[in-house]
């Protein structure tokens, strides 16, 4: 493998240059995929870790985390144990992809609320096994991860990596890392979704008081060992996140922040196409 070191000064640059054009985590993504694709990063060789990237494209860990799950649903990264992040040889590549009708990549929402549909017997599924399997940590796990998005709408922030991490503390539970795999993949889809999600239920107390109690019934039925109270809790909760979705109203979308939600959307889901 070629010394990645450097070439730091040169993909901070390429990133720095092209922030015009997409977001930190689409620049991010792009140079490391042509740095692998060119063989700067040679099949089975370990990629850098996240604090190494960090420093190379000066930018947050959220970042890295997004764009090296861009790369693994792209099968140019896979993880192992031990190893951390590795770099897949071309016969290792298998890219999964959503092929999204093409009335659906122009309507936006409707291609997010085909995810969901998607996401919801996974979720539900997903909960019913953490809910046999948990260990008494990974319960405590998702407890805590439900008082780190309740810190985070107290501090004013949008709770979207918070909301994904508790997410992925259940698929943890669930103990069959093909959920996790999966669920990190679909999320690429609906980070937008769950932003649009949350600003609207910023204006509605009601909204965010109902996704609380959704968060709260799936956390107890896994505690309590109750599959079938689990998977019920995880099916209505992606039921009502679309209703939510869908209940954003004209003032929402009208306004600079509405806007904004609704490129960002448009972005996600063409990029995935």
């Known amino acids: ?24 985590a689409d620049h991010v993504t792009s140079v490391l995929a042509q740095q692998i694709r060119e063989g700067e990063f040679a099949p089975d060789t370990r990629l850098p870790s996240e604090m190494e990237l960090t420093a190379r494209f000066a930018v947050s860990r959220t970042v890295i985390r997004e764009a090296i ?16 992040t590795v770099v897949l040889g071309a016969n290792q590549a298998t890219p999964f992809r959503l092929d999204m009708p ?20 996974v ?16 319960s405590l796990a998702i407890q805590q991860a439900l008082k780190d998005i ?6 004013g922030r949008d709770g ?22 999966l669920v990190q993949f679909l999320s690429q ?6 932003r649009v999600a949350r600003m609207n239920e910023a204006r509605r107390s009601d909204f965010s008081q109902q996704v609380r109690s959704e968060h709260a019934a799936i956390a107890q039925a896994i505690a309590d060992g109750d599959p079938a109270a689990a998977r019920a809790a995880a099916l209505q909760h992606m039921e009502n996140s679309a209703q939510r979705i869908q209940a954003a109203d004209r003032e929402f ?20 196409d």
């Open 150 to 155: 309740d810190r985070a709408a107290q501090e």
């Open 123 to 138: 979720e539900g599924e997903m909960a019913a096994l953490a809910a046999q399997r948990r260990t008494g940590a990974q």
């Open 160 to 181: 979207v990596q918070e909301d994904f991490a508790f997410h992925a503390a259940i698929s943890n539970a669930a103990h069959n890392p093909l959920y996790t795999s």
């Open 69 to 84: 799950s861009r790369l693994k649903s792209e099968g140019l990264v896979g993880s192992r144990r031990g190893s951390g």
């Open 102 to 121: 093409g009335e659906d990549v122009g309507d936006s929402i409707r291609a997010v609320l085909r995810v969901i549909e998607l996401r919801r017997g």
């Open 1 to 24: 493998m070629k010394n990645p070191d450097a070439k730091t000064s040169t993909a901070r640059a390429a990133a720095v240059s092209k922030r015009g054009k997409g977001t930190l």
């Open 189 to 194: 889809f609906l980070h937008a979704a769950i």
């Open 253 to 272: 979308w009208a306004s600079a922040a509405g806007r904004a939600a609704a490129r960002d959307l448009a972005r996600q889901v063409k990029a995935k």
